[in-house]
């Protein structure tokens, strides 16, 4: 093992446990957007007993009486509720209801020692059984959220449930994809037709000798896809160039790609122990908030906007206008512009539209994650 790969190693065990983790963590820059909203932040634990898992959550929500739109985020590998918070409290500013999940059985508790966290880390990645299990923490979130709408709760009286997102890093970018139809380990397949568009952060390559075309042709709503030219898998195989292959072959889907020049897996998480480092992790974490917010801007769109009837914009429509009437929608090409000037010459941005014709696979799509 190179040393390269034992330091990353070291950061990712010290950024989930200890004092002083917990000290950088709090300490941590997090980038500003243009004031729009204040946001409220609440932590829930919401209990599925139709499969006996206990699932802790953080909400952040702007101080408004507006029903806004919903992002789901799952959190990634070894993380808590608390995992890209900065994140959700820009996304909150913005405008959105964010909702942070955490998936135990991968999540914070397997971080104790570093060989043993490492081995608990891998095994937890590899086992079928997460991988099912998250996905279907997404759904019963999305379940949970409309509980609280027909309830009438504070929270459920702020929510636009037609106007869903799901996103995630890591292996909560996995997730994520799950439920925009990804095919997950054993061949499943767990889609959620409530969710509109999907934001995966460094999404992993699939388990097993799976055909990547299979894997990812059922994905027929948005996606953007954010990675870094040094992304390299701290747990698993993927590597920075192959966090690409979910965008190359989800051929059904309109997609974007943003690569982050410089940026390695840590950017999500923050370098805590790397000074010299650290001082760019504001930069690409104010990046991923303004790619992903517009974005969101261009999808989840206004609730009387039906997928049939979208009315396109011209490209000078606003950045900032999150709830835009119908007739001044951005195109998606527009979009593409709009994220190469947000990235400010940062990044590369690719966009492709959904492809009509099937794609057929061949055995250089088979890739294995050992």
């Given at each position: ?192 037709h409530r969710v509109r568009a999907v934001v995966a952060l460094s999404a992993p390559i699939p388990l097993g000798k799976v055909p990547l075309a299979a894997a990812y042709s059922q994905i027929c709503i948005p996606c953007l896809f954010l990675t870094g030219t040094e992304d390299d898998g701290i747990i698993g195989s993927t590597t920075a160039a192959q966090r690409r292959l979910a965008f ?123």
């Amino acid at each position: 093992m190179s040393l390269r790969k034992v330091f990353l190693i070291l950061l990712l065990v010290s950024a989930h446990f200890g004092p002083l983790a917990g000290a950088a963590r709090s300490a941590a820059p997090e980038p500003e957007p243009e004031p729009r909203y204040q946001v409220r932040v609440e932590h829930a634990t919401w209990h599925d007993s139709t499969r006996h898992r206990t699932l802790p959550v953080k909400i952040h929500r702007p101080v408004t009486d507006d029903r806004l739109p919903v992002v789901v985020f799952s959190t990634g590998l070894g993380e808590s509720r608390e995992g890209c918070g900065w994140l959700g409290r820009y996304w909150a500013r913005r405008g959105y209801v964010a909702v942070h999940v955490q998936h135990p059985g991968s999540d914070h508790h397997l971080m104790s020692g570093l060989v043993r966290s490492r081995r608990r880390l891998s095994a937890a990645f590899e086992a079928p059984a997460n991988g099912w299990h998250r996905a279907e923490d997404l759904r019963f979130i999305i379940d949970q959220l409309h509980a609280e709408r027909r309830s009438g709760t504070a929270l459920g009286e702020q929510l636009d449930l037609n106007r869903l997102g799901v996103a995630g890093c890591d292996f909560g970018a996995q997730t994520a994809l799950a439920l925009g139809g990804q095919m997950l380990p054993g061949r499943r397949r767990m889609p959620d037709h409530r969710v509109r568009a999907v934001v995966a952060l460094s999404a992993p390559i699939p388990l097993g000798k799976v055909p990547l075309a299979a894997a990812y042709s059922q994905i027929c709503i948005p996606c953007l896809f954010l990675t870094g030219t040094e992304d390299d898998g701290i747990i698993g195989s993927t590597t920075a160039a192959q966090r690409r292959l979910a965008f190359d072959h989800a051929l059904g889907a309109e997609r974007y790609l943003v690569t982050l020049r410089g940026a390695d897996h840590m950017i999500y998480r923050g370098h805590q122990y790397r000074r010299r480092i650290a001082r760019r992790d504001p930069m690409y974490q104010a990046l991923i908030c303004r790619a992903t917010t517009l974005f969101w801007e261009q999808h989840l769109a206004d609730r009387e906007q039906t997928t049939a009837a979208r009315t396109l914009a011209p490209a000078s429509t606003r950045a900032s206008e999150s709830l835009l009437p119908v007739a001044v929608r951005p195109k998606s090409g527009d979009l593409a512009e709009r994220l190469r000037a947000a990235t400010r010459g940062m990044a590369r941005v690719e966009h492709r539209q959904a492809s009509p014709r099937p794609h057929a696979s061949s055995g250089r799509d088979a890739l294995a994650a050992e």
